[in-house]
């Protein structure tokens, strides 16, 4: 069974610009949460969907970020216009409906110059 | 909302020692996970250990859920044991959000 994946797996913009960045869950798994690690801190939980549904997005730093999960398969995390402050490693897990481990992908190190 | 602490923050340790990593939270859980951050910054679950006991090759944890702490044991630790261990729990219901620790930050030398 292929365990999370998420894409691309490190990326390098420019302040100002938009990246765009993909996680496909394990197949089945109704469940996707987004975190991020920042400057070598705690990760932190960005937001949680269910199926397409935004079940908690409380950790979302401000609106230039944008979460979707449209037909509850993948997800994507946009951050339009970046800034420095966001350059981390940005990890996407999944876990079944009602289960309590969460199963985290490789995360994407963006690099924001 | 809930703490997490870790500690010892860094830990050096010559290959074949054993060593023990604290986590400490603040609040009843009903989620604890321990994950090892490798140096290619790969999350992997170590272990689901809400309380009890568990034991997987050199590595065992232990979750004291009433006095609110958990343990990781790494026993005979080899160059791969290097990285960030991170204790993460979850307070509300079934599948929510995980709160991590700061991490330990391991390195084992030769």
């Known amino acids: 069974e292929a365990g999370v994946t998420q894409f691309p797996s490190h990326s390098v913009i420019e302040k100002g610009q938009t990246v765009t960045l993909r996680c496909d869950p394990i197949?089945?798994?109704?469940?996707l949460y987004w975190y991020r690690r920042v400057m070598g801190k705690e990760i932190k939980f960005l937001l949680h969907?269910?199926?397409?549904?935004?079940?908690?997005e409380s950790g979302m730093p401000n609106n230039r970020f944008l979460a979707e999960r449209t037909g509850g398969t993948y997800s994507t995390l946009k951050v339009q216009p970046a800034e420095l402050e966001d350059s981390g490693v940005y990890f996407c897990?999944?876990?079944?409906?009602?289960?309590?481990?969460?199963?985290f992908g490789p995360g994407t190190r963006l690099t924001v110059l | 909302g809930i703490q997490v602490e870790q500690s010892p923050p860094d830990l050096i340790l010559q290959e074949g020692a054993n060593s023990t990593l604290r986590c400490n939270f603040s609040?009843?859980?009903?989620?604890l996970q321990w994950f090892h951050q490798n140096p290619w910054g790969q999350l992997i679950n170590l272990f689901y250990?809400?309380?009890g006991t568990k034991q997987n090759g050199r590595l065992s944890a232990t979750t004291v859920a009433t006095e609110r702490y958990s343990l990781l044991y790494i026993s005979s630790s080899q160059t791969t044991d290097s990285g960030v261990y991170f204790c993460?729990?979850?307070?509300?219901?079934?599948?929510?959000?995980?709160?991590f620790g700061t991490g330990t930050r391991l390195q084992v030398t030769l």
């Open positions: 897990a999944s876990s079944q409906v009602k289960a309590v481990t969460q199963y």
């Open positions: 197949s089945g798994h109704d469940n």
């Open positions: 969907f269910v199926k397409e549904s935004k079940q908690d």
């Open positions: 609040d009843s859980v009903n989620n």
């Open positions: 250990i809400p309380s």
């Open positions: 993460a729990v979850e307070k509300g219901g079934t599948a929510s959000k995980l709160t």
